[in-house]
């Protein structure tokens, strides 16, 4: 089974999950830029992220499911060699926070965020991206039941509703009658 091409503002992703991906990042109002740059490892092994978001200097790596073992693994590789945090976006956006993979504060370890607590919401909550180049990080793995009650990431909500809506059949630009 392959995925589906999908164009959306002058893009063409490799899947309609990238596209609606692009579709959240834009509601939310994080810049955002499609497969910028690859990257060829020291053992030989080819690396292509799926997005880099310049406010915050993070890389963004899009997945039907869980990631595996061989794709965190070159993961790792891409933080240790950009020296920037990449965030793994498993599925299709959801009102939770997503884990990330980065350099431990105090060694050169690279840590992922499910083993470590070490993960982000990615909103413009309290202004972060623009004013500190940064996500709300450490929340312990917020799920979508918080959300339901703390109110704190309405902009999550209402970008998981655009990225979740928007159609891309025949010609549509991949905004849903409802998005603005």
């Not at 990631?67 to 965190?72: I, R, T």
């Not at 990330?100 to 991206?129: F, Q, R």
């Not at 970008?159 to 891309?168: K, L, N, T, Y």
Request: aromatic letters at 16%; charged letters at 30%.
């Amino acid at each position: 089974m392959k995925a589906i091409e999908t164009a959306y503002r002058g893009y063409r992703f490799r899947s309609r999950l990238e596209a609606r991906w692009a579709i959240y990042f834009d509601e939310i109002g994080i810049e955002w830029e499609y497969e910028p740059e690859g990257f060829e490892f020291d053992n030989g092994i080819r690396y292509l992220p799926d997005f880099f978001f310049p406010q915050v200097k993070l890389w963004g790596e899009v997945k039907a499911g869980r990631f595996s073992q061989k794709e965190l693994e070159k993961v790792k590789m891409l933080v240790k060699g950009t020296e920037q945090s990449c965030i793994l976006l498993e599925g299709t956006p959801d009102e939770r926070s997503y884990a990330l993979v980065g350099k431990a504060t105090d060694s050169d370890e690279i840590i992922v965020g499910e083993e470590s607590g070490y993960d982000c919401v990615i909103s413009m909550y309290h202004n972060y991206p623009r004013d500190e180049g940064r996500f709300y990080t450490h929340t312990g793995g917020l799920t979508e039941a918080d959300f339901e009650w703390n109110g704190l990431f309405d902009d999550v909500r209402e970008a998981v509703h655009s990225a979740r809506s928007a159609r891309f059949e025949f010609g549509e630009n991949g905004k849903s009658p409802t998005s603005r």
